[in-house]
């Protein structure tokens, strides 16, 4: 029977039942093996879109790969970069926020011919913080596959020191060798090109506020990482707190860095966390009176008595300054103290009948310093915030001048 050949075309003989039983039929070998190879050619193209991978795999040449996927109606055109135009590349890579990977792909190019495209139109590129989710799909997958290859007890097969029995001295001479040396070679290249080794140097204010832009934005487009910082910070933060030097980074590197904060601090006034006590008396604090304070200034003002306001009173064991001292004049026999204490701060339990730590802790403290001063012949007088805002002049003059017997009591 007489047959098309399915490769070149030509008519060949073929047996009757070679007719019934194959679909495909070829006049020789040649026609057999050269169509088998164009089905390979064909089927790795629609998955690498790329004659230079598919000749590296198939070891034959790009132009006869070519003429294959020309003769299934595949054009292969040398002026394909025709496409890469500024305004096809503007739209792609601004208006549509693509990546370079994705506009690679969609366009049969290579990444760094989009990359080097763009810089010739004077086009700006994103920062690496901006990444698509084009490309982060891609890394995903390439992560995946990277570290899915693991032997039975879960070790990553990829790793570089995979299979290696490494002794523990040459395990010490690696940790000496690498102590105080820096990950890579810093070489005249890196100084000059990497900006990451450029430090010491100074930078403008211009480029702080841009990078400071640059993670305000990062951090609204990507909150869940933001939440992921936070998280490790305060992990950190109560994982060092409480603990001394010596316990954080041993005695010597503990010496180390105290000898750096001393030099560091020699000459200059010290900072809020190192006064003493006895430093603490020449300070005037608070900056500014609260409002139940003021209006008993205002009171004791019009009523013509003299008084001082944030006296350091250091003759007791608890030694603080005090919001109003009230020094023996007429009417006044004793010397007196006015203590404005708020409902919260203080604990007033009208207000707070269960009080917390806190709260406690200072009503403690108050009857210790109000029994401390009694001792030292102090006249003291508390009176709450809810009593301030509601007393009138007379009030207060009934209290200081009459000498009521509760004035002690909280």
Not at 87 to 94: A, D, G, I, P
Not at 97 to 119: D, M, P, T, Y
Not at 198 to 215: A, F, P
Request: proline share 3%; glycine share 6%.
């Amino acid at each position: 029977m007489e047959v098309k050949c399915d490769f070149c075309g030509k008519i060949c003989k073929k047996k009757p039942y070679e007719v019934r039983d194959f679909k495909k039929h070829y006049c020789n070998r040649q026609c057999f093996r050269k169509k088998g190879k164009n089905d390979e050619i064909l089927y790795l193209w629609n998955i690498y879109k790329s004659t230079k991978k598919i000749s590296k795999i198939l070891n034959m040449s790009i132009k006869k790969i070519g003429r294959v996927l020309w003769g299934n109606g595949i054009r292969l055109t040398n002026n394909r970069r025709c496409k890469l135009t500024k305004e096809f590349l503007y739209e792609e890579y601004v208006i549509k926020q693509k990546s370079c990977e994705q506009i690679a792909v969609e366009n049969n190019f290579g990444g760094e011919s989009i990359r080097h495209r763009l810089i010739k139109f004077n086009i700006p590129l994103r920062s690496h913080y901006f990444i698509s989710e084009f490309g982060r799909k891609r890394r995903k997958e390439a992560d995946n596959k990277r570290y899915s290859l693991k032997d039975e007890n879960g070790i990553c097969i990829n790793g570089a020191f995979y299979g290696k029995e490494i002794s523990e001295k040459h395990k010490e001479k690696l940790r000496i060798a690498n102590t105080g040396k820096p990950s890579y070679k810093r070489t005249e290249w890196h100084r000059n090109n990497l900006r990451i080794i450029k430090t010491g140097r100074k930078v403008s204010e211009e480029t702080k506020e841009k990078n400071k832009n640059i993670m305000i934005k990062y951090y609204i487009d990507h909150p869940e990482r933001l939440e992921k910082t936070r998280n490790v910070l305060k992990k950190v933060n109560e994982s060092r707190k409480g603990k001394t030097y010596e316990e954080l980074y041993g005695i010597e590197k503990a010496k180390e860095l105290k000898k750096g904060v001393s030099e560091r601090f020699k000459g200059k006034p010290p900072t809020a966390g190192s006064f003493t006590k006895e430093s603490r008396k020449n300070l005037i604090l608070p900056l500014n009176d609260s409002s139940i304070e003021t209006k008993t200034q205002e009171f004791l003002k019009i009523l013509g008595i003299e008084f001082f306001t944030h006296m350091w009173i250091n003759q007791i064991k608890h030694k603080y300054r005090c919001d109003i001292f009230i020094p023996v004049q007429p009417g006044i026999l004793q010397k007196t103290i006015i203590e404005c204490d708020g409902n919260w701060f203080h604990g007033n339990p009208l207000k707070y009948p269960i009080p917390n730590k806190m709260q406690l802790e200072q009503i403690e403290e108050d009857k210790v310093r109000t029994q401390e001063m009694i001792e030292q012949g102090y006249r003291v007088i508390r009176i709450w915030e809810s009593e301030i805002k509601v007393m009138d002049i007379n009030k207060l003059k009934n209290k200081i001048l009459k000498h009521e017997d509760t004035d002690n009591i909280q």
